[in-house]
């Protein structure tokens, strides 16, 4: 059957293989309560196809940490001091 959530993880090539090993094992876990549908995409292009709204990722991997940084600034730029997400309320 079709899941009841659906999470959409964007991640760079070089974690391809990892995140689908991974995102494998957790969807069987699951049983159709919530699958995450991972999808490859550089780094690069998932910031901006982010910002732009085209794509609406839960999750991103990125291929180096300092891109969730320039993705926070370039969204506050383009949102007027937005916050794209808060990171502390993750880490509580």
Known sequence: GKAQGKVLLIVSPDKKDWANQHVSRF?????GKMAVEVREMETRTALHEILSGKIKPVLWAPDNSLWVTRLEE???????????????????
Request: proline share 0%.
């Open 27 to 31: 969807n069987l876990a699951s049983k």
């Open 74 to 92: 370039a969204w506050a730029e383009k949102n007027k001091e937005a916050k794209l997400f808060d990171v502390g309320s993750v880490r509580d």
